[in-house]
């Protein structure tokens, strides 16, 4: 009888050395005021574009990438007055990313269709509710349709529900702190409900909408954080599988950590300095260890600030990397498919769009054999790096390892004060007296990755238990494959690293 049992160890990571690095900045012609920036695959090639809200033309410019790390041209297409948020989505359900804005200057939104091709079809606008700065999507009442929670710069957030055409309702207004500028969904009190937080730039705090699961939300809840916070952001930092916040404060210059608790409460926020005047963040894992990061772009200081996790809600020193002048937002994406996590700014006084290519190390680890008898060894390998350290806590290229049971296995491989980490899973099994045994291998393959919802996993083998695992080693998610392709709904849990293992394979995903 077989035993498996798969053991995540990449807490290591925060004791290794090493800095994640990313190339100088190359910059892109946008329109004119570029106040914000998201990323999606607008035109189906598999490869990561961005889009631009130019709040001094009025516009959006969209730059297709060519996956090399660079962007074309851009092409502009018209939308209401003085636009400052974006975001995209598949708002009409035809499989192609859509864009919205938020026009600050006129109290409505626009959203522009897209064709599949990297254009998209003429604006249509709807009442947003007073001096509308940005907007997220969820699915915010359970019917499979996309809606939007508009920030409007007041003391307000607007709900539009959507229906799936393309088209909203009328706007529904909840009072939140003054001067909200940004918000962030997740499932706050385990409810599989999707709730609301907003970051209020004047009264310097966050608050807490939780959501009824029909399109409306409970009265706000305040937690404090820094001065004149800007952005905020969401991911599992401490590695709980309950969602925290990150909030980037422009008047004190730091991120502001709150830690959930699961129940739609926080514990009081922990600070880490970052740039001067960071104006937007994102988190995403930039040095590969499974875990969450954040990166600041900042206004003032005209760069980017890189802070590595350590997996426990903790953060290490920002690092920083220049970028155009007055860097109003940021993304992340694998802009030139090295499967690295890059960034991009938008530049508002320059006009233009900033793409860091992570050049950190890869980082590479192999096994002497794929499959292992209990009892026996493997030989397991690092390369690409200079110098390594592995979550045994050996420094050398080379270990051997006699695990009992299957074991993920986790390596940090440094160059010129650069680390990036990889990870690999030795099988085990019982051999029932034989020093080996064949063991077929088979590939599966995931889509999307990462991911806001819902994952579909295509060509696993049948009748094998599928398993998807958090960064503490938790089975969250367990269910046997019956179909060559199986879809499954994570809007439960928060956004961060998973583990996805079948058989003898496990691949990370990453929700966000």
Known sequence: MKKILLIILAAFIKQASGQVCFSAATNFTAGTGPYSICKGDFNGDAKMDVAVADNGSNSVSVLLGTGTGSLGAATNFTVGTT???????DFNGDGKLDLVTTNYGGADISILLGTGTGSFGAATNFTAGPSPYTAISGDFNGDAKLDLAVANYTNIISILLGTGTGSFGVA???????????????????DAFVDIAVSNRQTNNVSILLGTGTGSFGAATNFSVGT???SITSSDFNGDAKADLAISNAGSNNISILIGTGTGSFAAATNFNAGTWPASIVSADFNGDAIADL????????????LLGNGAGSFGAAAAFSVGAQPLSISWADFNGDGKADLATANNTVNSVSVLL???PTVTAITSTNVLCSGLSATLTAGGANTFTWSTASNNTVIVVSPTVTTTYSVMGTSGGCSYAAFLTQSVTICLGLHTQALANFEFNIYPNPFENKITVINAELKRDLMIINTLGSV???TTIENEVTEINLSAYPAGIYFIKTGTLTKKIIKE
Do not use: E, Q
């Not at 636009?83 to 989505?89: K, N």
């Not at 207004?173 to 706050?188: E, M, N, Q, Y």
């Not at 990166?295 to 890189?306: G, H, K, P, W, Y």
């Open 228 to 230: 004149n916070p800007w």
């Open 172 to 190: 529904t207004a909840f009072t939140v702190g003054i001067w909200p500028s940004s918000l962030v969904k997740a499932d706050l009190n385990g």
């Open 476 to 478: 969250i998610y367990k």
């Open 358 to 360: 992570n050049n950190s």
């Open 295 to 306: 990166a600041t772009s900042n206004r003032m200081s005209n760069d980017v600030s890189v």
């Open 83 to 89: 636009p400052r948020g974006i975001i995209t989505a």
